[in-house]
């Protein structure tokens, strides 16, 4: 048996600090949203919110301070709609795509052989709400969000799953590569088999990235042909 087609390739972006910044949009909206709902005063300056899902930031910080787990689900269909709101308040003019993302996306798109999705922490609504304020949103059919597992390790199954939905095919672990900008994002594609490839351009420094050893590295998303190459590996 041969193939005379390379491969199918699966494309699994991370949002924040890979795609875009959004210039403090979300952090504000989850303060807002965990004062309002939550009663929270506290400071999330201490937080770092790479790579972590939206689910396990609310817990994160919620836990903290005290408050349980039942407390918490308590209130966390309002807490969602409420920061939701905020995002989509704040948004539209704060968030900006990164560097290199226009030349990368149009290089994957325009890939015959590559599909190109999300897996990010995001709920899938504020993903969508994110991406859509750059007209991004459209660019990613599908993809697996916060709201699908609050453990990333568990999204690039449901990724994966999602992907053959769409396209009829299924993709095994090492026809999958994962790009993103933080620890997290090299640590669950590893026990899948995928491809990680690192990018230095959110918050996490080149030094703590390539410690985590991925597959690739980069400094940035510019070095668009380099990218091209490790994906197509
Ligand atoms: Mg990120």
Known sequence: MYSVTPMRKLVLFDIDGTLISDNGASREAF???????YGFRGDLRRYDFSGRTDPQIVRMIL?????TDADIDSQLPHFWQ?????????APGRVRMLPGIRALLDAVCAGEHLTVALLTGNIEP?????????????TFAFGA????????EELPP??????A???GHSFDGGDVIIIGDSIYDVRCGIPHGATTIAIASGKTSAET???????????SAEDVKGIIAAIMG
């Open 165 to 167: 939905d769409q396209t």
């Open 63 to 67: 836990h903290d301070d005290a408050r």
């Open 31 to 37: 303060a807002l949203s965990l004062a309002d709902v």
């Open 209 to 219: 990235l390539r410690a985590e050893n991925p597959d690739h590295f980069f400094e």
């Open 145 to 152: 969000f916060g709201s699908d597992s609050p453990r990333r």
């Open 82 to 90: 409420h920061y939701l709101g905020g995002l989509a308040r704040n």
């Open 158 to 163: 449901i990724a994966v799953t999602r992907a």
């Open 126 to 138: 504020g993903a969508r709400l994110k991406l859509g304020a750059i007209g991004l949103s459209d």
